[in-house]
């Protein structure tokens, strides 16, 4: 089974789903991506859902889920996109990475809706050229 890479932060609405499906699309199938949070919002924003459609990723089957239903699976790799996930964060069994990337929270962005989904644009493009980045970086050692 390929490794599993856990993508965290604190309302698990926005900046870890952006992540999640940037990864995913990257992947090509070589690990598992989930997203989680210390404490999930409950749904995933409808902006992030926008931006994401945008660039072609479809995260409307996403879902807002707490880092605790990962405890007991084999988490290779734990990325945090927040500080306060990066505090929170227990180890997980299996983990042998851990990285702490923090963007802005595009869900706290104010303005028009508008204004807001440019937040939502340029933080989603931030994540994107790292996490594409991160992809390309791993698969390219998996080759050996």
């Given at each position: 089974?390929?490794?599993?890479?856990?993508?965290?932060?604190?309302?698990?609405?926005?900046?870890?789903?952006?992540?999640?499906?940037?990864?995913?699309?990257?992947?090509?199938?070589?690990?598992?991506?989930?997203?989680?949070?210390?404490?999930?919002?409950?749904?995933?924003?409808?902006?992030?859902?926008?931006?994401?459609?945008?660039?072609?990723?479809?995260?409307?089957?996403?879902?807002?889920?707490?880092?605790n239903e990962f405890l007991n699976q084999p988490v290779e790799t734990v990325i945090t996109v927040c500080g306060n996930a990066?505090?929170?964060?227990?180890?997980?069994?299996?983990?042998?990475?851990?990285?702490?990337?923090?963007?802005?929270?595009?869900?706290?962005?104010?303005?028009?809706?508008?204004?807001?989904?440019?937040?939502?644009?340029?933080?989603?493009?931030?994540?994107?050229?790292?996490?594409?980045?991160?992809?390309?970086?791993?698969?390219?050692?998996?080759?050996?």
């Amino acid at each position: 089974m390929p490794p599993l890479i856990l993508i965290l932060c604190t309302g698990n609405s926005c900046r870890s789903h952006l992540a999640e499906g940037i990864l995913r699309a990257a992947a090509k199938d070589q690990f598992r991506v989930a997203s989680a949070g210390s404490k999930p919002a409950g749904y995933v924003h409808p902006l992030a859902l926008k931006a994401m459609a945008e660039i072609g990723i479809d995260l409307s089957a996403h879902t807002s889920k707490h880092m605790n239903e990962f405890l007991n699976q084999p988490v290779e790799t734990v990325i945090t996109v927040c500080g306060n996930a990066d505090q929170a964060c227990p180890v997980f069994p299996g983990q042998v990475n851990r990285h702490h990337w923090p963007f802005e929270d595009p869900a706290h962005a104010p303005g028009t809706d508008d204004e807001k989904l440019a937040v939502f644009r340029r933080v989603r493009d931030e994540i994107r050229r790292v996490f594409e980045a991160y992809a390309a970086g791993r698969l390219d050692a998996a080759k050996g």
